[in-house]
């Protein structure tokens, strides 16, 4: 049986509806293929947070989350941005079911030790509903909102959400982005990258922001799959076929 596929969306591919709308042609079109969708959506939070007279803050291209923010985030992510994408996929017969980590128990959550407030480090838990969903042919698009034990909300790196749902299936991860992989100090995509050119690129500034905590994502699920991660644009989604026959496409993130 082929493993499924965890793609992570997020950015302006979110603001994108042609670009959204080829990505999900090119899933409708992966007959063999189990896919799952991991979204953020920074962008529709940052909408939100600004017509609510609140600012954005982020550490190591992470968002930090206030406690009187988290209402206007999960909503905007478990809300307004999963159900446009459920309902962009289900108007294309895709038969999508919108979720968070915390439905069906498949994720726990602890608190961040960063001091980034109300934001989540997640963990695989449950895998029963997603493996019923995939066996039945539906396709889930989850949010990166999730819960700590006592039923408090927190918001994941989108990334890290991706990951986690990765291993909960031991499934292949592609992680796309705004651009074509990651970049090396040449200012060319690099076709590969491991452990130790990452944290020398990081330690020059090269890989910085969101890429940062998106390359240190994609290590921790290469390292714990054993298998490399890519980071590839959302621009090319006629791609993902290559991936799924073997090719390397964007930045091949290599396990240790």
């Known amino acids: 049986m082929t493993k499924p596929l965890v793609i992570k969306i997020g950015g302006a ?24 969708l991991v979204h953020g959506g920074g962008c529709v939070v940052d909408e939100m947070l600004s017509q609510a007279n609140m600012t954005t803050e982020k550490k190591h291209g992470l968002r930090v989350t206030p406690k009187d923010q988290i209402n206007i ?11 446009a994408i459920v309902a962009k996929a289900n108007s294309m017969k895709l038969a999508a079911v ?3 980590l915390n439905d069906g128990d498949m994720v726990n959550c602890q608190l961040s030790p960063l001091a980034l407030g109300q934001v ?4 695989c838990n449950n895998s029963k509903l997603l493996d019923g ?4 042919g539906f396709l889930p698009v989850i949010s990166s909102i999730g819960a700590l034990d006592n039923g408090d909300l927190v918001n994941v790196n989108a990334d890290d959400a991706a990951v986690v749902i990765c291993q909960l ?14 970049k090396g100090s040449d ?10 050119q990452a944290d020398e690129l990081i330690e020059q500034g090269i890989i910085a922001g969101g890429m940062t905590a998106k390359v240190n994502a994609a290590l921790k699920a290469a390292n714990q799959l054993r298998r490399s991660i890519a980071v590839a644009s959302w621009q090319s989604p006629e ?18």
Do not use: F
């Open 98 to 100: 919108g979720l968070s």
């Open 73 to 83: 985030i999960s909503g905007a992510l478990a809300g307004t941005v999963n159900k």
């Open 133 to 136: 969903l995939l066996s039945s």
């Open 187 to 196: 200012g060319e995509y690099l076709p590969s990258l491991n452990q130790a």
């Open 169 to 182: 299936l031991n499934a292949q991860l592609l992680l796309l982005t705004d651009v074509n992989g990651v």
């Open 13 to 36: 591919i979110l603001e994108n509806e042609s670009a959204l709308q080829a990505l999900l042609s090119v899933i409708a079109t992966l007959k063999q293929h189990s896919v799952v």
């Open 120 to 123: 989540g480090v997640p963990s």
């Open 239 to 256: 791609q993902i076929s290559l991936l799924l026959d073997g090719q390397g496409i964007g930045t091949q993130i290599a396990p240790n």
